[in-house]
């Protein structure tokens, strides 16, 4: 069964160290989603992309983050400085469309980011 | 603004018992969906459901049930006969139609259901 695949496991960083949180996407879907979850808090919504470019994104995905879909499997998310509360668990998440058919979100297993 | 609240904080019962988890939603969109996904202790979210607003027929798969009653806004989950493998932290998630595949998923803050054998 395709799946969401997130590398690593496991990111451990110092403060103010830029990270790259890779994903690939079930492989014919369309539209990729980062959100996050600070420990044993809600899930948190971060940027949807679509096309190449972003779609929407929270408050929370502020000029520290970005993404990028470097090549034709990856989607990735950037932190350009970490600070110790961007410590969470982040889920990558892909769907195959916007219909109804196709919209439902399906997560990888996380990346839980570390910063000390 | 969109919020969902899932009072129950966390839920232990004995294996074979049913139980409900409580999801009660708000919303300024006409149309949605609701959506419940578990996390098992090794962290990743598994979709479970998904029902549109402008279908409250309730659904019962398995163990599994639904009850989507858009008149109190709630989306309750039900597990029939629990096992210990259902033990997990179950989310309630909301997202509008209208906006096409774009728009991310507003989460409930979880209830951890403890399946004691």
């Known amino acids: 069964e395709p799946e969401v695949t997130q590398t690593p496991s496991h990111q451990v960083t110092q403060m103010g160290q830029e990270v790259i949180l890779r994903c690939v996407p079930i492989?014919?879907?369309?539209?990729f989603y980062w959100y996050r979850q600070i420990l044993g808090q809600k899930v948190e919504f971060l940027v949807s992309f679509y096309n190449n470019e972003i779609s929407e994104k929270s408050e929370i995905f502020d000029d520290q983050f970005s993404v990028e879909r470097p090549d034709g499997s990856n989607f990735t998310l950037k932190i350009r400085s970490t600070k110790l509360e961007d410590s969470a668990m982040y889920f990558c998440?892909?769907?195959?469309?916007?219909?109804?058919?196709?919209?439902?979100?399906?997560f990888g297993a996380g990346t839980r980011l570390s910063v000390l | 603004a969109q919020k969902v609240t899932q009072a129950q904080t966390e839920i232990s019962v004995v294996e074979k018992e049913d139980v409900t988890l409580d999801c009660v939603y708000e919303?300024?969109?006409?149309?949605?969906?609701l959506f419940w996904y578990k996390q098992p202790p090794s962290g990743e979210l598994v979709f479970l459901i998904r029902?549109?607003?402008?279908?409250?027929q309730n659904e019962i798969s398995g163990r599994y049930s639904w009850n989507f009653q858009k008149s109190t806004s709630s989306f309750n989950f039900t597990i029939t006969a629990s096992q210990v493998v259902d033990s997990a932290v179950y989310f309630c998630?909301?997202?509008?139609?209208?906006?096409?595949?774009?728009?991310?998923?507003?989460f409930g803050k979880g209830t951890h259901l403890i399946i004691q054998p």
């Open positions: 998440a892909s769907s195959e469309g916007f219909t109804t058919a196709k919209n439902i979100q399906y």
């Open positions: 998630a909301l997202r509008p139609i209208s906006g096409g595949g774009a728009d991310g998923l507003t």
């Open positions: 492989s014919n879907h369309l539209y």
């Open positions: 029902r549109n607003s402008f279908d409250e």
């Open positions: 919303t300024r969109d006409t149309t949605y969906y």
